[in-house]
């Protein structure tokens, strides 16, 4: 017997998860609007001829329709595109919408094939060739319809296809609107509301926050003394300093999750066991760590970049816009202070941190406490931090005494901010952590034959580092 409760609710949830109305997906069926309405409002179920073409559409499989938890289906590009069809596009775009149909969940396959039915989009292949012939530099270029190749053809492309397509489709959609509801006025404490007419921003009615180059602008400062990225002031430097570190780290830290030993892997691992549908990462600066995740989330997330510094997330922006291809993952970029977040209190089911509570330096335990402030119940923080294995420890001694002989005012603050493992357990523990997990990942390396503290920049380079996974209860 089927429950028409559990069907109602099941088909609400794919056919919204999918972006179709009642109408549409009507459309597809060649049945009425009306009778998808009784089906959602548990008054009718369809008839059985229907419910193939109607998971086909969905994506899942039958069982899972009508109430099963698990589903195994799997859809090939021929299921996808008879789905396709119930849109008005012709057979070479549904070769298009086929290549991708690997890549891009059904969500936007179809605002895909809904763009494509009005003429929106069109996509071309662009030769360019460059001659240097009688010493003479020349150069030639020919535009070509892919609609002009059939499906085989284009596969060999569908992964660049795809980067463009979700480019066009979210360039007027930012993803700040999928978590305004958890989000506060830093300010004030009120509601936030998003809007869009010559001027995109958030508003709490009495203050307003511009989005600029796609990036939520809390109008913050870098912290004094640690202006760290002062040197990066073009987008070229950006990427001639970070890109080829973020590239080795995927290829090098990165395999699949149960064969890494990696502290970055096993951070990853971590995540991906809750599959949090909103992380909120502190002090993702130059996006090593947001790089990774986006690369290796394989389930809907909504991912949150914070950084004080406006500039460096608009650098982010724009070099995941130009080489992340996962649909899985819409990324919300803020500039906002770590210690004060615009999110309210037990908002966060995961936040996130691969060294960014060391670079808040002094106000590093306001920032956790602050974190603690937006998990909600059963939530967990997720990071890594510098620290010291025993503070007794010989060659530790050395380096505590080579930064207490440092006359910069800066380093006696850094000294204060060293912790041990079991100081490390009673932060946690004080912070209001119900339970918590510390990993150490790294040791301290030796001390250097020195009587000057050996660095200028990064200095916290020589300490050892841990996983934490925090719980609030």
Same mark, same amino acid.
């Given at each position: 017997?089927?429950?028409?409760?559990?069907?109602?609710?099941?088909? &609400?949830?794919?056919?919204?998860?999918?972006?179709?109305?009642?109408?549409?997906?009507?459309?597809?069926?060649?049945?009425?609007?009306?009778?998808?309405?009784?089906?959602?409002?548990?008054?009718?179920?369809?008839?059985?001829?229907?419910?193939?073409?109607?998971?086909?559409?969905?994506?899942?499989?039958?069982?899972?329709?009508?109430?099963?938890?698990?589903?195994?289906?799997?859809?090939?590009?021929?299921?996808?595109?008879?789905?396709?069809?119930?849109?008005?596009?012709?057979?070479?775009?549904?070769?298009?919408?086929?290549?991708?149909?690997?890549?891009?969940?059904?969500?936007?396959?179809?605002? &895909?094939?809904?763009?494509?039915?009005?003429?929106?989009?069109?996509?071309?292949?662009?030769?360019?060739?460059?001659?240097?012939?009688?010493?003479?530099?020349?150069?030639?270029?020919?535009?070509?319809?892919?609609?002009?190749?059939? @499906?085989?053809?284009?596969?060999?492309?569908?992964?660049?296809?795809?980067?463009? &397509?979700?480019?066009?489709?979210?360039?007027?959609?930012?993803?700040?609107?999928?978590?305004?509801?958890?989000?506060?006025?830093?300010?004030?404490?009120?509601?936030?509301?998003?809007?869009?007419?010559?001027?995109?921003?958030?508003?709490?009615?009495?203050?307003?926050?511009?989005?600029?180059?796609?990036?939520?602008?809390?109008?913050?400062?870098?912290?004094?003394?640690?202006?760290?990225?002062?040197?990066?002031?073009?987008?070229?430097?950006? @990427?001639?300093?970070?890109?080829?570190?973020?590239?080795?780290?995927?290829?090098?830290?990165?395999?699949?999750?149960?064969?890494?030993?990696?502290?970055?892997?096993?951070?990853?691992?971590?995540?991906?066991?809750?599959?949090?549908?909103?992380?909120?990462?502190?002090?993702?600066?130059?996006?090593?760590?947001?790089?990774?995740?986006?690369?290796?989330?394989?389930?809907?997330?909504?991912?949150?970049?914070?950084?004080?510094?406006?500039?460096?997330?608009? $650098?982010?922006?724009? $070099?995941?816009?130009?080489?992340?291809?996962?649909?899985?993952?819409?990324?919300?970029?803020?500039?906002?202070?770590?210690?004060?977040?615009?999110?309210?209190?037990?908002?966060?089911?995961?936040?996130?941190?691969?060294?960014?509570?060391?670079?808040?330096?002094?106000?590093?335990?306001?920032?956790?406490?602050?974190?603690?402030?937006?998990?909600?119940?059963?939530?967990?923080?997720? %990071?890594?931090?510098?620290?010291?294995?025993?503070?007794?420890?010989?060659?530790?001694?050395?380096?505590?005494?080579?930064?207490?002989?440092? &006359?910069?005012?800066?380093?006696?603050? %850094?000294?204060?901010?060293?912790?041990?493992?079991?100081?490390?357990?009673?932060?946690?523990?004080?912070?209001? %952590?119900?339970?918590?997990?510390?990993?150490?990942?790294?040791?301290?390396?030796?001390?250097?034959?020195?009587?000057? %503290?050996?660095?200028?920049?990064?200095?916290?380079?020589?300490?050892?580092?841990?996983?934490?996974?925090?719980?609030?209860?």
């Amino acid at each position: 017997m089927i429950d028409k409760y559990i069907f109602s609710k099941r088909l &609400t949830e794919l056919r919204n998860k999918c972006g179709l109305s009642q109408s549409k997906l009507a459309d597809m069926l060649y049945i009425s609007g009306q009778a998808v309405s009784k089906w959602e409002n548990a008054s009718s179920l369809p008839d059985i001829e229907l419910l193939l073409p109607l998971s086909q559409i969905l994506g899942v499989s039958i069982d899972y329709l009508l109430g099963s938890e698990k589903d195994e289906f799997k859809n090939d590009s021929d299921t996808i595109c008879e789905a396709i069809r119930g849109y008005d596009v012709s057979d070479k775009d549904i070769n298009i919408l086929s290549a991708m149909s690997s890549i891009m969940p059904r969500e936007y396959l179809y605002k &895909t094939a809904k763009y494509m039915e009005k003429d929106l989009l069109e996509y071309k292949l662009t030769l360019e060739l460059t001659s240097n012939l009688g010493g003479e530099r020349n150069s030639y270029r020919q535009d070509i319809s892919l609609n002009a190749y059939d @499906k085989n053809s284009i596969l060999p492309f569908s992964k660049h296809i795809s980067a463009l &397509t979700l480019q066009a489709i979210n360039k007027n959609c930012n993803p700040v609107q999928e978590i305004i509801g958890l989000m506060k006025c830093p300010i004030c404490g009120g509601d936030f509301e998003y809007f869009k007419t010559s001027e995109e921003f958030i508003s709490c009615k009495e203050h307003k926050f511009y989005i600029n180059d796609g990036v939520v602008d809390f109008k913050t400062l870098e912290i004094h003394g640690y202006t760290w990225s002062s040197w990066i002031r073009r987008y070229d430097d950006y @990427k001639k300093n970070n890109v080829p570190k973020i590239d080795e780290s995927i290829k090098d830290h990165i395999r699949p999750f149960s064969e890494s030993k990696s502290w970055l892997a096993d951070m990853l691992y971590t995540l991906k066991q809750s599959k949090p549908s909103v992380i909120l990462d502190i002090g993702s600066g130059m996006g090593f760590f947001a790089a990774q995740l986006i690369q290796y989330i394989d389930w809907e997330c909504v991912l949150v970049l914070t950084d004080l510094s406006h500039r460096i997330l608009k $650098y982010d922006k724009r $070099y995941f816009d130009e080489t992340s291809i996962n649909p899985n993952v819409k990324v919300v970029y803020l500039a906002c202070d770590v210690c004060n977040l615009p999110f309210k209190d037990n908002s966060l089911e995961c936040i996130t941190s691969c060294g960014g509570y060391d670079c808040v330096m002094t106000d590093f335990t306001n920032s956790m406490s602050e974190s603690h402030r937006a998990l909600s119940e059963n939530g967990k923080i997720v %990071f890594s931090i510098g620290l010291i294995g025993n503070r007794e420890d010989e060659n530790v001694q050395k380096w505590l005494d080579l930064i207490k002989a440092d &006359t910069d005012p800066d380093m006696l603050q %850094f000294y204060s901010q060293i912790y041990d493992i079991k100081e490390w357990h009673e932060i946690i523990k004080n912070l209001g %952590f119900a339970k918590h997990t510390l990993i150490q990942t790294e040791t301290e390396i030796p001390v250097p034959d020195t009587d000057v %503290f050996p660095y200028d920049c990064m200095i916290g380079r020589w300490m050892g580092s841990a996983n934490i996974v925090a719980e609030k209860l």
